[in-house]
T-cell receptor
Framework: SAVISQKPSRDICQRGTSLTIQCQVD?????MFWYRQQPGQSLTLIAT?????????ESGFVIDKFPISRPNLTFSTLTVSNMSPEDSSIYLC???????????FGPGTRLTVT | AQSVAQPEDQVNVAEGNPLTVKCTYS??????LFWYVQYPNRGLQFLLK??????LVKGSYGFEAEFNKSQTSFHLKKPSALVSDSALYFC?????????????FGKGTRLSVIA
């Protein structure tokens, strides 16, 4: 298993600003995933982050809006840039650890954009 | 492409009764299947998985799920529901062998267990 922490746990931000979300894992992992969950909805994958290479973005998500860093095997950041109210969501960091195939999730960052 | 369908937005069940939360999937090749639960203001918790072997898998909190390849289903079940089981349940799939492909989630089913 893996224990994942995220900072901040929640934030209220103004339109047009940016927020960087941090994800820390208690073990080294190759792949980290960033998801978005809008209130009461399912999880949508934003991007997959490999250490030492550019993140791979899903359709509808672009690097200019959601830049990702992955400086080492236990840490990643997701920035939500030039925010609008439509970006209000829970942002979740996830990793696959061990040999069990399941993914583990952080507690999420609840973002509200006013 | 991979996809998951959870046909019910909401399932209501009386405490002590059996519960079923439905899930069907679409994937090229063999699937890896998962159930996760999300309690209010909490992250996703892993419940159980099917990778290979016995079609009936048992997981946390007394939950189990049955993999049915012909019906492409992976329904979540529990013989006797508890009020504390009330939460949002997500089914997820990944193609096997998975490499580094991420999970694809269904839209979720809200389970309400009534005392």
């Amino acid at each position: 298993s893996a224990v994942i922490s995220q900072k901040p746990s929640r934030d209220i931000c103004q339109r047009g600003t940016s927020l960087t979300i941090q994800c820390q894992v208690d073990s080294q992992v190759t792949m980290m995933f960033w998801y978005r969950q809008q209130p009461g909805q399912s999880l949508t994958l934003i991007a997959t982050a490999n250490q030492g290479s550019e993140a791979t973005y899903e359709s509808g998500f672009v690097i200019d809006k959601f830049p990702i860093s992955r400086p080492n095997l236990t840490f990643s950041t997701l920035t939500v840039s030039n925010m609008s109210p439509e970006d209000s969501s829970i942002y979740l960091c996830s990793v696959r650890a061990g040999s069990g195939e399941e993914q583990y999730f952080g507690p999420g960052t609840r973002l509200t954009v006013t | 492409a991979q996809s998951v369908a959870q046909p019910e937005d909401q399932v209501n069940v009386a405490e002590g009764n059996p519960l079923t939360v439905k899930c069907t999937y679409s994937v090229s090749g063999n699937p890896y299947l998962f159930w996760y639960v999300q309690y209010p203001n909490r992250g996703l918790q892993f419940l159980l998985k099917y990778i290979t072997g016995d079609n009936l898998v048992k997981g946390s909190y007394g939950f189990e799920a049955e993999f049915n390849k012909s019906q492409t289903s992976f329904h979540l079940k529990k013989p006797s529901a508890l009020v504390s089981d009330s939460a949002l349940y997500f089914c997820a799939v990944r193609r096997a062998p998975s490499g580094n492909t991420p999970l694809v989630f269904g839209k979720g089913t809200r389970l309400s267990v009534i005392a």
